[in-house]
């Protein structure tokens, strides 16, 4: 089963970040007009021919597919499975705004939900809460708890940790903007009659996501966490719940490790694996050599120059289930982009923004930098998901046309000095991504070239990632790239609401009036068949306004060690609280055998 999970952003390394602060977006942000500014016959935003998904799924992996061989035997619990974790985690509180994808991943061993998802039909299913009920009206929402369920302290869980969990993101000194905006129309919760073990939430106005978010609260212990500062405290970093793992210890730069929980409620799905070990393995290559000598037992995400000319090798196949699959951890998707800090003068006119999109060579860059693993993506939403405008082209690789757009900006080079400038402001500016990444790298380093060609002078800025975390959600940035981790039935208000833009997760301070209606509507519409004209009348809007450079789907490229049984891979990827290992192929005795390694 899956926990359900807020909608992140995640860099090309396969990190998070949420953000809350920074300046409020000038007042004549341009808004979009109805008319493409690109006249071609290519041009973005003319009907295209449906896109032909099943060729592409070709490469993919099938939902629900088992990797290896199905066995009759009796799983065996012990082991363990070592993971990667390509940056550390600030902490491991689930609420706050500074929670990455590293963090969220962990914490989904460690903190039960109300309701999950079903693996293989991502159907809701009760986990904490056993039974629920929907009014009518989808105004009020009534969950019955278990009462045999304890933290990993031995304290009972009940509706008064429920309750206060969200009171904590509701609490605007607490930094959870980014998880605040999904719960805004709620308007009282409470016990019912006094019950502990029964709560009742009811709501200003419907919103078709509800269910999702209430059910997908973590739910945190008041006895623990209602003490001391809530942002800073101590258990962030040394976290208690109620799930099927136990925080153990977390190393500093060396590795998280997680411990089965021996007092877990739900038998019917206790883990086998005895322990979770993340391994905080900051270089792509140096994490493939541990992986090839058997130290790591699952890679998320392979460099595409690893999976070419390494992982297809016949020794490394022996030893691993490899796959191609769209899905992260908890998501079916993601997309990759630049984002253009809207607050500074040279990013207001969209003009400009669709010339620097035009000066990006996306295609050559994904042939050759990622060997063609991925697809281009142009908006917001899952580009296999109906909500998705399968008739949107990309925007052109054209630097003769992004010149002209540039000049009817009012750029030009006045001085002769090979750089554009305007109003005595030269077009110079900083590109910020995270370090650690050579393919990220190598992207910046020929958009930086192309750039300069066109009269732009940009410089790249490596920044460690915590660093780099703080800069985007303080907002001191002049571009950026992440990407956006894409959940079931997701909606972009979180990214897109000018109400987002200040404390949220609405990085370039975006604003448009057409945009915040449509958005607004999404959420109270609960027929996807009349949501998916607004996803796709909005996906136009942002394909003109190009507030981002929508850049990649990338692939995620896999691999298992074989030793495991019952690897399943699903639309949201695989889950190793199936997974077991015969008695006699299992690696790690107990800590300080896995220790030595």
Same mark, same amino acid.
């Given at each position: 089963?899956?926990?359900?999970?807020p909608l992140s952003i995640v860099t090309l390394l396969s990190l998070a970040a949420l953000s809350c602060g920074g300046p409020p977006p000038p007042e004549d942000t341009p808004t979009p007009t109805a008319t493409p500014t690109t006249p071609t016959p290519a041009a973005p935003g003319?009907?295209?021919?449906?896109?032909?998904?099943?060729?592409?799924?070709?490469?993919?992996?099938?939902?629900?597919?088992?990797?290896?061989?199905?066995?009759?035997?009796?799983?065996?619990?012990?082991?363990?499975?070592?993971?990667?974790?390509?940056?550390?985690?600030?902490?491991?509180?689930?609420?706050?705004?500074?929670?990455?994808?590293?963090?969220?991943?962990?914490?989904?061993?460690?903190?039960?939900?109300?309701?999950?998802?079903?693996?293989?039909?991502?159907? $809701?299913?009760?986990?904490? #809460?056993?039974? =629920?009920?929907?009014?009518? !009206?989808?105004?009020?929402?009534?969950?019955? @708890?278990? %009462?045999?369920?304890?933290?990993?302290?031995?304290?009972?869980?009940?509706?008064?940790?429920?309750?206060?969990?969200?009171?904590?993101?509701?609490?605007?000194?607490?930094?959870?903007?980014?998880?605040?905006?999904?719960?805004?129309?709620?308007?009282?919760?409470?016990?019912?009659?006094?019950?502990?073990?029964? $709560?009742?939430?009811?709501? #200003?106005?419907? =919103?078709?996501?509800?269910? !999702?978010?209430?059910?997908?609260?973590?739910? @945190?212990? %008041?006895?623990?966490?209602?003490?001391?500062?809530?942002?800073?405290?101590?258990?962030?970093?040394?976290?208690?719940?109620?799930?099927?793992?136990?925080?153990?210890?977390?190393?500093?730069?060396?590795?998280?490790?997680?411990?089965?929980?021996?007092?877990?409620?739900?038998?019917?799905?206790?883990?086998?694996?005895?322990?979770?070990?993340?391994?905080?393995?900051?270089?792509?290559?140096?994490?493939?050599?541990?992986?090839?000598?058997?130290?790591?037992?699952?890679?998320?995400?392979?460099?595409?120059?690893?999976?070419?000319?390494?992982?297809?090798?016949?020794?490394?196949?022996?030893?691993?289930?490899?796959?191609?699959?769209?899905?992260?951890?908890?998501?079916?998707?993601?997309?990759?982009?630049?984002?253009?800090?809207?607050?500074?003068?040279?990013?207001?006119?969209?003009?400009?923004?669709?010339?620097?999109?035009?000066?990006?060579?996306?295609?050559?860059?994904?042939?050759?930098?990622?060997?063609?693993?991925?697809?281009?993506?142009?908006?917001?939403?899952?580009?296999?998901?109906?909500?998705?405008?399968?008739?949107?082209?990309?925007?052109?690789?054209?630097?003769?046309?992004?010149?002209?757009?540039?000049?009817?900006?009012?750029?030009?080079d006045s001085d002769n000095d090979g750089v554009l400038d305007k109003d005595g402001v030269k077009f110079a500016y900083n590109y910020m991504i995270p370090s650690g990444s050579k393919e990220f790298e190598q992207l910046a380093t020929v958009y930086k070239e192309e750039l300069a060609?066109?009269?732009?002078?940009?410089?790249?800025?490596?920044?460690?990632?915590?660093?780099?975390?703080?800069?985007?959600?303080?907002?001191?940035?002049?571009?950026?790239?992440?990407?956006?981790?894409?959940?079931?039935?997701?909606?972009?208000?979180?990214?897109?609401?000018?109400?987002?833009?200040?404390?949220?997760?609405?990085?370039?301070?975006?604003?448009?009036?057409?945009?915040?209606?449509?958005?607004?509507?999404?959420?109270?519409?609960?027929?996807?068949?009349?949501?998916?004209?607004?996803?796709?009348?909005?996906?136009?809007?942002?394909h003109e306004d190009q507030a981002y450079t929508f850049l990649f789907n990338r692939y995620s490229l896999q691999a298992v060690d074989k030793r495991f049984n019952n690897v399943y891979l699903y639309a949201v990827g695989v889950d190793p609280r199936e997974w077991w290992v015969p008695?006699?192929?299992?690696?790690?005795?107990?800590?300080?055998?896995?220790?030595?390694?």
């Open positions: 089963m899956r926990k359900f999970l003319e009907a295209a021919p449906a896109v032909n998904l099943d060729e592409k799924n070709k490469l993919l992996s099938p939902v629900n597919e088992l990797l290896g061989k199905p066995t009759d035997v009796q799983p065996v619990a012990g082991d363990a499975v070592v993971l990667r974790l390509e940056q550390e985690p600030g902490h491991l509180n689930m609420l706050l705004d500074t929670a990455d994808a590293y963090s969220r991943n962990i914490g989904g061993y460690l903190f039960d939900t109300l309701l999950e998802r079903d693996n293989r039909t991502m159907e $809701i299913v009760p986990a904490l #809460a056993e039974q =629920y009920e929907v009014a009518e !009206d989808h105004m009020t929402y009534t969950f019955s @708890l278990r %009462k045999d369920v304890s933290f990993s302290d031995g304290t009972p869980l009940t509706g008064e940790d429920v309750l206060f969990t969200l009171d904590k993101i509701m609490d605007k000194s607490v930094e959870a903007a980014d998880l605040r905006n999904y719960y805004q129309d709620i308007s009282s919760y409470e016990l019912v009659d006094g019950d502990k073990y029964k $709560i009742r939430f009811h709501c #200003a106005k419907p =919103y078709f996501k509800h269910l !999702d978010m209430l059910g997908g609260i973590m739910v @945190l212990p %008041k006895h623990i966490y209602g003490t001391r500062d809530f942002n800073t405290h101590p258990n962030n970093r040394n976290p208690i719940g109620s799930g099927p793992y136990i925080f153990d210890t977390w190393d500093t730069n060396q590795q998280i490790v997680l411990r089965r929980n021996p007092n877990y409620w739900n038998k019917a799905r206790e883990p086998h694996i005895e322990k979770m070990v993340w391994k905080i393995i900051v270089d792509d290559d140096a994490a493939f050599q541990v992986l090839a000598r058997g130290d790591m037992d699952h890679a998320a995400d392979l460099t595409p120059e690893q999976w070419e000319k390494q992982v297809q090798e016949p020794a490394f196949q022996s030893k691993f289930y490899t796959y191609t699959s769209l899905s992260r951890p908890g998501y079916v998707g993601s997309f990759t982009y630049i984002a253009w800090n809207l607050r500074l003068p040279m990013f207001q006119d969209k003009r400009v923004r669709q010339a620097l999109a035009m000066l990006c060579d996306r295609q050559t860059i994904l042939d050759t930098i990622y060997y063609g693993l991925g697809e281009l993506v142009t908006g917001p939403e899952f580009s296999r998901a109906r909500e998705y405008d399968q008739t949107l082209q990309p925007w052109p690789f054209d630097p003769a046309r992004a010149k002209a757009l540039l000049a009817e900006a009012g750029w030009k060609r066109a009269g732009i002078s940009m410089t790249i800025q490596l920044r460690e990632w915590a660093s780099f975390l703080e800069a985007v959600t303080k907002r001191n940035f002049e571009s950026v790239s992440l990407s956006w981790a894409i959940p079931v039935d997701s909606e972009p208000y979180q990214i897109w609401h000018s109400s987002q833009s200040e404390q949220g997760s609405n990085y370039p301070g975006y604003r448009n009036p057409e945009v915040d209606k449509i958005l607004e509507d999404i959420r109270v519409e609960f027929d996807r068949e009349k949501r998916i004209p607004l996803f796709h009348r909005f996906h136009r809007i942002m008695t006699e192929l299992q690696r790690y005795a107990g800590p300080s055998k896995l220790a030595a390694q």
